[in-house]
């Protein structure tokens, strides 16, 4: 090798190490925000599938639909400094504890801009409590203004959370939650994202629509990740 090449390898192997200790972190972090809300990790994968399913299903690029993928992942990682007291199911919320709950999508992407690795996943993070009406959290964003894939997960997670036995205390059928989110669509959710997932799922079957046991693993799957990141 030049002198040229032996850097260029030395600061790829230094990217790769650091990208391994970033998704420790994160790793470690969201394993923890499970012990405290046990649905976190699940949720967590559900999201981050059906976000990458999404973006794929609207054609976007494969660097995007990755970048969907682990934006889906990580998009609740800013709950891991709220109380243990708004964690609890049941708890009746105060108005200082709604505030600090609408608060997590900053500190999520915080968070993740001091990990130094997903610039992009943090833009993604802060954006995904964003409405399509400009009535979200925490820029009062508004239509196209919010980043696609920050849309993109929103459908995701609102779809998950009226789905999944864990996370809502009247589990909906599919059906009965994309009649929900068409309600909601040109208000909460962009319209043309709800349509992509109802494309996505025409046809799918009762364990894909209902991902009431996604495996946390399987999504981080944290070699591809630390792979791509150093590209």
Sequence with gaps: ?????????????????????????LSGLLRTLDERD??????????????????????LAARDVELAHTSGLLHDIGRFALSDRVMERGTTLTDPDWR????????????????????PVAEIVRAHHERWDGRGYPDGLEGEEIPEIARIVA???????????????????????????????????????????????????TD?????????DQELDLLRRVQQAVI
């Excluded at 030049?2 to 390898?9: E, F």
């Excluded at 009226?162 to 669509?185: G, H, I, K, N, Q």
Aim: hydrophobic share 45%.
């Design 1 to 25: 090798f030049s002198y040229m090449a032996r850097l260029v390898v030395q600061a790829r192997d230094r990217a790769r190490a650091y990208a391994a200790l970033s998704w420790g972190v």
């Design 38 to 59: 046990p649905r976190a990790a699940r949720h967590g994968a559900a999201v981050a599938r059906f976000a990458r399913d999404i973006a794929a299903q609207r054609g």
């Design 100 to 119: 600090t709950i609408r608060r997590h999508p900053t500190i999520g992407a915080d968070l993740l801009r001091d990990v130094g690795l997903y610039g």
């Design 155 to 205: 459908v995701a997670e609102v779809y998950d959370t009226l789905t999944a036995p864990d996370t809502y205390r009247t589990p909906m059928t599919s059906f009965e939650a994309l009649t929900e989110l068409r309600r909601v669509a040109g208000k909460q959710l962009d319209p043309e994202v709800v349509e992509s997932l109802a494309a996505l799922l025409a046809g799918r079957g």
């Design 208 to 216: 894909y629509r209902h991902q009431d046991v996604s495996d946390y």
